[in-house]
């Protein structure tokens, strides 16, 4: 929460031990952008496999760990999407937070769909790798 409170906070500095600076940031923001390319290509293994076993997800229907998203995904094919206004809070050395707006198109479950989402993510790196612990979309008016 401290990091959150800083980056609230104009003319304050991250604590020396949150990396600051755009390099961390696109670091973040590459791997949410590859689990978007992997459902984009079908590849629901990489996509599942850039999740945390204890990771949350929470959207309209309401809370799913990792096997459920699993499930979900399975039926899912991403044909479009872009990410926009990309806000990135270093929570750590080793964390991330982006929420940005997600303008998406596809096939869930044999229907067609596009969509505009605002979503937020949290990174972590565990041994060695990085891993989605939290995402949550809310559907944009």
């Known amino acids: 929460m401290g990091a959150l409170a800083w980056a609230q906070q104009p ?3 991250p604590p020396p031990s949150v990396p600051a600076g755009d390099a961390f940031r696109e670091q973040i ?6 689990g978007l390319d992997a459902l984009k290509a079908g590849d629901v293994a990489a996509f599942v496999e850039s999740t945390a076993e204890d990771a949350v997800f929470v959207d ?5 760990g990792k096997a459920e998203v699993a499930k979900n995904v399975a039926g899912f ?10 806000r990135f809070v270093p929570v750590s050395a080793e964390s991330g937070l982006i929420a940005y707006t997600l303008t998406e198109s596809g096939t869930s479950h044999g229907k067609d769909f596009s969509a505009r989402v605002y979503v937020s993510s949290v990174w972590v ?6 891993l989605c612990v939290f995402s949550q979309e809310t559907a944009a008016r």
């Open 11 to 13: 003319g304050l500095q």
């Open 29 to 34: 923001v590459a791997h949410e952008r590859a």
């Open 60 to 64: 309209a229907h309401g809370l799913a």
């Open 77 to 86: 094919q991403l044909k479009d999407y872009t990410m926009s206004d990309v």
């Open 125 to 130: 790196r565990r041994e060695r790798r990085w």
